[in-house]
């Protein structure tokens, strides 16, 4: 019947970045179908993953809900898993207002799994 729904406003809270980032205006919906088969793929597979695992995840994100965040980390099958909570940014955390803080703990992250002897600190 629609074949596209609405979408609301960013929730990018660095303003400069907000100008300039590029985002559709609107959800095809023809593609939600799909986005819920893929998504029940990779929620039926995190008891497969066993690799250490970082998540990063904002308590401010409107597009995923935090709670989607701990039922990730609980399902993951993984023995080395960490989750790494921001409060401000919203849903492009790379692009947002916490995105030094996302990087350091993802270096940090990469050098302890790595062994920080065979990686430079940048």
Do not use: N
Not at 66 to 77: A, E, F, S
């Amino acid at each position: 019947m629609f074949p596209y729904a609405g979408k609301g406003p960013s929730d990018l809270r660095d303003p400069e970045v907000q100008r300039e980032h590029v985002s559709y205006s609107r959800y095809p919906l023809s593609a939600v179908e799909e986005l819920l088969r893929v998504l029940r793929a990779a929620t039926s597979g995190l008891p497969q993953v066993r690799c250490p695992t970082l998540l990063i995840y904002s308590y401010a994100d409107r597009t995923v809900p935090p709670d989607q965040g701990w039922m990730i980390y609980h399902r993951l099958g993984s023995a080395d898993k960490t989750i790494h909570w921001l409060i401000r940014s919203g849903h492009v955390i790379p692009e947002d207002v916490e995105r030094e803080e996302a990087f350091e703990q993802i270096a940090r992250f990469i050098r302890r799994v790595a062994g920080a002897e065979r990686l430079p600190r940048a």
